[in-house]
T-cell receptor, first 112, second 114 residues
């Protein structure tokens, strides 16, 4: 079945550091890929998405590129802020289906 | 545009009791989903409604869980009787029926079964 693997957290960074959160997936079809973010005390928010190979999703300074050859969708940001502290979830939706399969989530902690 | 809302935000009940969770999707979203995150585990799919019809309920753990979406608007998820392992955060999400099926999530209901 479909699965998503994310790097274990927490990831601890200083403000303005470069962020990478790794995400790889296994799917039978050609999935759409998503990053969701959960800020403390809030629900999941869609951060960015990509629907086909080589697409780049971007939002709020975050980027992720759909790499079919490596089955990856790594999240990056050039300069993190304290306000980026949250839990980040990678997810996929397989072709023909709309339900989401999630990774376990990666907590990011950014210190001033 | 109002987002997905869920009620209650927290619920603490004893084993054997009944709890009903409610989800109001974004207006006009035909698709409605329920997910659950048990402590330390992945967020798992429970079921999917298209309007008032259950499209996929393959993720429902057992027959103690009953979901309804009368009239195709809000949905309820009832757990009866609740067990300790039902504790977790229950998320609801909704999406449109067109090509953009991005799912928008509510804040979740944290259920604790003692």
């Amino acid at each position: 079945g479909d699965s998503v693997t994310q790097m274990e957290g927490p990831v601890t960074l200083s403000e303005e550091a470069f962020l990478t959160i790794n995400c790889t997936y296994t799917a039978t079809g050609y999935p759409s890929l998503f990053w969701y973010v959960q800020y403390p005390g809030e629900g999941l928010q869609l951060l960015l998405k990509a629907t086909k190979a080589d697409d780049k999703g971007s939002n709020k300074g975050f980027e992720a590129t759909y790499r079919k050859e490596t089955t990856s969708f790594h999240l990056e940001k050039g300069s993190v802020q304290v306000s980026d502290s949250a839990v980040y979830f990678c997810a996929l939706s397989d072709s023909g289906y709309s339900t989401l399969t999630f990774g376990k989530g990666t907590m990011l902690l950014v210190s001033p | 545009e109002a987002g997905v809302t869920q009620f209650p935000s927290h619920s603490v009940i004893e084993k054997g009791q009944t709890v009903t969770l409610r989800c109001d999707p974004i207006s006009g979203h035909d698709n409605l989903y329920w997910y659950r995150r048990v402590m330390g585990k992945e967020i798992k799919f429970l079921l999917h409604f298209v309007k008032e019809s259950k499209q996929d309920e393959s993720g429902m753990p057992n027959n103690r869980f009953l979901a309804e979406r009368t009239g195709g608007t809000y949905s309820t998820l009832k757990v009866q009787p609740a067990e300790l392992e039902d504790s977790g955060v229950y998320f609801c999400a909704s999406s449109r029926r067109d090509s953009d099926r991005s799912q928008y999530f509510g804040p979740g209901t944290r259920l604790t079964v003692l």
